[in-house]
């Protein structure tokens, strides 16, 4: 039992830099939905907006393969970027159905 409550402590560390990655996740994916979805909606004279988000993206994922990050393994970074481009396309989804929404009402 006395080794147990020897590991608590560790586990705990554990946990707290868990929920801070996960939150500097979600963050991103955020902010990547957020910005093609606003990207989407307000921007349509000028569609090669929409390519800003999704080359930041490539950038990052690169930067950090070439930065060798030793913590991070690559099936992390293949999730991180891989749902960073699944918020990207969920925000330029929901930004085209809004917009087909809004065309259909305003008939």
């Given amino acids: 039992m006395f080794h147990v ?4 402590p560790v ?7 868990a929920a801070m990655v996960l939150a ?3 963050t991103l ?3 990547a939905f957020g910005a ?3 990207l989407g909606l307000f921007c349509r004279k000028r569609r090669w907006l929409l390519w800003l988000p999704v080359l930041f993206g490539v950038l990052g994922f690169f930067l950090m393969l070439l930065a060798r990050v030793y913590p991070l393994e690559l ?3 293949l999730v991180l970027w891989g749902g960073y481009g699944v ?4 925000g330029w989804g929901v930004s085209l159905l ?7 009402i305003r008939r």
């Fill in 75 to 77: 099936p992390f970074l």
């Fill in 29 to 31: 994916w955020g902010a």
């Fill in 98 to 104: 809004v917009r087909r929404l809004y065309r259909w």
């Fill in 5 to 8: 409550l020897l590991a608590l």
């Fill in 36 to 38: 093609e979805l606003l």
């Fill in 11 to 17: 586990l705990a560390v554990f946990g707290a830099a």
């Fill in 24 to 26: 500097a996740m979600l």
């Fill in 87 to 90: 918020c990207l396309l969920a």
